[in-house]
């Protein structure tokens, strides 16, 4: 029964809010009235499944999935790590997708005008499914840190964005994922809208020179956490739910 | 196992806003490029798909009323015999629609603001514990530059009256006249139905958000 049960409450204390003025794009974008609690039925424990057969084979391979005239120039790494509930189960078999700046902080997307140059040869997105023990990896460069329009000297830490789907719609979540040892981490306008140091901690991937490979690539090791599942004893279940 | 008082072992990742550029790793075409041989899209139906076509349109307006033009936009619906193509969902006779998953994306227009998706009306779910059945109605979620976390709500029809009127979640959303913000407005254009639905995220007629 443990597919049809219902997602733990979401603690809200370890989320940014809405409403978070030093990220100025969020005052205008931000619900003024409060959200309104709804119990989960099968719309928010059911969510997407996305199949292997919906992949490409280098679809987990930045260096080589735009490649046009050679490979990307940047600092090549390996970032890995697993999908988890609170329960600390895997989640396994969900779609895991992600997308970066290149290594001098450039987005290859119409609207990003930095002066930094585009790299002919990386794209700056890619996406796996995890496996039965909910394990990611893909390899890429890692990204620049560039600057914003927030305040007139703000600029991003290194960092690589997420989205991830779990087993119900109500897992949702888009994230991003950082360095270990970015100075810029406790200046960003941005991860500072989580309100709980330990949470903001938990968006850092760690250095992992274990799963280096040599004269090659870094690793970064980086796990993630999706809402867990809490275990149905004695409420009413009708047939049918 | 019964755990009523201690303390997860884990802690749910924190949210981080999409961002300007999200396009780039959900929606490479829109941002420019295209990189993957298969893309996810704003078209859920194909030619055997079982149901009533619909368009679903609108816009997603900040708190100045503004159109915003880089918000990405999800939904996540049962299909027409109100089933969802998911192991969890056990409903007895109601059959999966192998031609139908239910879910898709979309972003806004970076010009006009307008997103739209091609689908199904849904059938009706049943609710919470079996209970009472739900009106038809389709999740969406949405997440873009200056949101911080993706916000959940539900679009509902404004052909269903009778069924949304005894829809369990609508019934509860307070003062009663925010529930016509999760109502899309039925119309005909050139023979096609067209839904609308506008996402005002902030101050006057502001959309109803779950805490799902």
Known sequence: MKDTAEFFQRDRSLQPPAFTPVYKTSVLRSPRLALWSLQNSLSEVTGPVFGHDELGELDNDLILNYAKTGQPIGERIIVHGRVLDENGRAVPHSLVEFWQANAGGRYRHKNDTYLAPIDPNFGGCGRCITD????????TIKPGAYPFRNRVNDWRPAHIHFSLFGSGFAQRLITQMYFEGDPLIPHDSILKVIPDEAARQRLVAKLDLNNTVPLDTIAYRWDIVLRGKRSTLFENKLEGN | MLHPTIELPLHETASQTAGPYVHIGLIPHQAGFDIFEKNFSNVLVK???????????????DGTGSPTKDILLEIWQANAAGRYNHPADRQEGKAIDPAFRGWGRTGTDFESGVWHFETIKPGRVIGRHGHKPMAPHINLWLAARGINIGLSTRIYFSDEAEANAADPVLRMVDPPGRRQTLIAERSVRNG???????VRLQGEGETVFFDV
């Open chain 2, 192 to 198: 096609a139905v067209v839904y609308t639905f506008d």
């Open chain 1, 132 to 139: 039965e023990n909910g394990y990611y990896y893909f390899r």
């Open chain 2, 47 to 61: 030619p055997e798909t079982k149901g009533e076509r619909i368009r679903l349109e609108g816009r997603v307006l």
